[in-house]
């Protein structure tokens, strides 16, 4: 990290309200300022094409959660390719509509600013809305899922107030993000 230090002078005063303050604003003008300008000369990471369609996957399949019936239902093998091969069909698409959609509307917001240049205002906070509540209920279940899985390493978190304070310790833990 590099610092630079720069001078600069101090504002002058456009009235003097006596004779003494002249010579105050005579000697404050003569001062100088450092000013301190951090530059960063490391560029941040970009995330690449392959994290980025396991991310979108991972953020809508809800992660590893349920692997378990899929390798049941199919067997090993094309449970195995499923998971290697779907995020590619699912999230390829996805992210270049994402790349798509944010290269013609720039800004903060993503679907929710699309949502209301298409359809107008009202959709577009019904979209964040739902976002919102959808993220609200994730948070929610994936404590609880992990709980599940804990239950068959500790019987004692089956049911009962020890289930209860685990799945508040863990969303209260979750809420740290």
């Known amino acids: 990290?590099?610092?630079?230090?720069?001078?600069?002078?101090?504002?002058?005063?456009?009235?003097?309200?006596?004779?003494?303050?002249?010579?105050?604003?005579?000697?404050?003008?003569?001062?100088?300022?450092?000013?301190?300008?951090?530059t960063n000369p490391k560029t941040p990471k970009k995330l690449t094409l392959i994290p980025l369609i396991f991310l979108i996957y991972f953020e809508v399949a809800g992660g590893?959660?349920?692997?378990?019936?899929?390798?049941?239902?199919?067997?090993?093998?094309?449970a195995l390719l499923g998971f290697l091969i779907f995020p590619f069909i699912w999230s390829v698409p996805e992210a270049l509509i994402?790349?798509?959609?944010?290269?013609?509307?720039?800004?903060?917001?993503?679907?929710?600013?699309?949502?209301?240049?298409?359809?107008?205002?009202?959709?577009?906070?019904?979209?964040?809305?739902?976002?919102?509540?959808?993220?609200?209920?994730?948070?929610?279940?994936?404590?609880?899922?992990?709980i599940d899985y804990l239950e068959k390493l500790i019987v004692a978190l089956a049911s009962g107030w020890p289930r209860k304070v685990a799945i508040s310790a863990f969303t209260l833990e979750k809420e740290d993000f």
Do not use: Y
């Not at 590893?64 to 049941?72: H, L, R, T």
């Open 1 to 38: 990290m590099e610092v630079e230090i720069q001078s600069g002078s101090l504002q002058q005063p456009t009235v003097a309200m006596n004779g003494e303050n002249d010579n105050h604003v005579k000697a404050l003008e003569q001062d100088k300022l450092p000013v301190t300008v951090v």
């Open 98 to 146: 994402t790349a798509e959609l944010s290269t013609a509307f720039p800004g903060n917001g993503g679907f929710v600013i699309w949502a209301e240049r298409a359809f107008g205002p009202f959709f577009g906070s019904l979209m964040g809305s739902w976002k919102f509540l959808s993220g609200v209920i994730n948070i929610a279940a994936f404590p609880v899922l992990c």
């Open 64 to 78: 590893p959660f349920g692997e378990e019936p899929a390798v049941q239902a199919a067997g090993p093998l094309f």
